[in-house]
């Protein structure tokens, strides 16, 4: 298991501490997921972030469960929704969800630790696909395809 990198860490491999291109868009996304108080309030961690991919995780609490004592699946989305909207900002403009599918493969339980996987399917104009796999381990418990919409400057 990696060690979580805290979301407004710099990302300067290279030793240097750069903020224009590809490291500007990196930087837009660190920022807009450390200002996100939901992914915050569940313990959502981001473990790795390049330009058109982010790879998050999430332990299943007891307060995440339903009725049924399985996950709740609002929470595996919105895991898989965090790690969407980090892979599709991590360009540089603001960029949202225009809208998102979720398929449920498995059910998750309480203390489960979940990592979802974003990647970039294609670009176009304004417009982007990203599918992120939602896993238990190697395990797929879910696959999410979410639809981007860069906004306009001014």
Same mark, same amino acid.
């Given at each position: ?6 979301? !407004?860490?710099?990302?300067?491999? !290279? $030793?240097?501490?750069?903020?224009? $291109?590809?490291?500007? $868009? ?17 313990? +959502? ?24 004592? +399985? ?5 595996? *989305? ?5 790690? *969407? ?15 998102? !599918? ?41 696959? *999410? ?8 400057? $001014?």
């Amino acid at each position: 298991m990696t060690a979580p990198i805290p979301a !407004d860490a710099p990302d300067n491999r !290279d $030793g240097a501490d750069n903020r224009d $291109g590809a490291d500007t $868009g990196l930087a837009a996304a660190r920022a807009m997921l450390a200002a996100d108080t939901a992914s915050a309030a569940l313990g +959502i961690h981001l473990d790795e972030l390049a330009p058109g991919r982010a790879v998050l995780r999430m332990k299943v609490t007891a307060a995440m469960v339903n009725g049924h004592r +399985i996950g709740h699946g609002g929470y595996v *989305f919105l895991l898989a929704d965090s790690a *969407f909207a980090c892979a599709c900002n991590t360009y540089g403009p603001v960029t949202v969800a225009a809208g998102a !599918d979720i398929v449920f493969v498995a059910p998750v339980l309480e203390g489960d630790e979940l990592v979802a996987t974003a990647e970039e399917r294609t670009r176009y104009g304004r417009s982007g696909v990203y599918d992120v796999t939602v896993r238990r381990g190697d395990e797929v418990v879910a696959e *999410f395809r979410g639809r981007s919409r860069s906004l306009k400057h $001014g």
